[in-house]
T-cell receptor, first 114, second 112 residues
């Protein structure tokens, strides 16, 4: 089974500062990789995904993530944090077969300080 | 933009009672899933459903759980006899081709 590690259950950044949320996976075969965001009392919204092709993927709201096979990582970044970015962020992976389950990390709560 | 919807948003039940959580996946999606998130823990996979049958299930998904797609639009999760430890947020998801999954807003189940 896959294992997903999100380092830092809570991250605080100042408004306008760089956001970096870390995600590492355990599989030796690169999986499909996803980041989801959860705002209070809402569901999981897809931010971005990597399945194949370019390893730097761009998502909604100015977020990006880079797949690094050598580091088994898929860290999420945003150059300049906005107050509206405050939310819970989940990294998820699935094996490269159709219909497979997602394995989630424990989530990172992002606080943006004005 | 099409969304996965779930009802109810919050369900309170007594231990031992049956509950049915309802989901309407995105139209034309072919793969359907249930996950749960116990407060303070990670989101965990329960079951996946494709072509009118369960394609994969986790150890959590024991005989107390069942899923149905009764009418081609709804996708339900039934817990036959709820336990205190079933209290969690339950998420439904659907996928058009089995890779990217789109999640609903969740149903918060509280078992007293």
């Amino acid at each position: 089974a896959q294992s997903v590690t999100q380092l830092g259950s809570h991250v605080s950044v100042s408004e306008g500062a760089l956001v970096l949320l870390r995600c590492n996976y355990s599989s030796s075969v690169p999986p499909y990789l996803f980041w989801y965001v959860q705002y209070p009392n809402q569901g999981l919204q897809l931010l971005l995904k990597y399945t194949t092709g370019a390893t730097l993927v761009k998502g909604i709201n100015g977020f990006e993530a880079e797949f690094k096979k050598s580091e088994t990582s898929f860290h999420l970044t945003k150059p300049s944090a906005h107050m509206s970015d405050a939310a819970e962020y989940f990294c998820a992976v699935s094996e490269r077969n159709t219909g497979n389950q997602f394995y989630f990390g424990t989530g990172t709560s992002l606080t943006v300080i004005p | 933009e099409p969304e996965v919807t779930q009802t109810p948003s919050h369900q309170v039940t007594q231990m031992g009672q049956e509950v049915i959580l309802r989901c309407v996946p995105i139209s034309n999606h072919l793969y359907f899933y249930w996950y749960r998130q116990i407060l303070g823990q990670k989101v965990e996979f329960l079951v996946s459903f494709y072509n009118n049958e369960i394609s994969e299930k986790s150890e959590i998904f024991d005989d107390q759980f069942s899923v149905e797609r009764p009418d081609g639009s709804n996708f339900t999760l039934k817990i036959r006899s709820t336990k205190l430890e079933d209290s969690a947020m339950y998420f439904c998801a659907s996928s058009p081709q089995g890779s990217t999954q789109y999640f609903g807003p969740g149903t918060r189940l509280t078992v007293l």
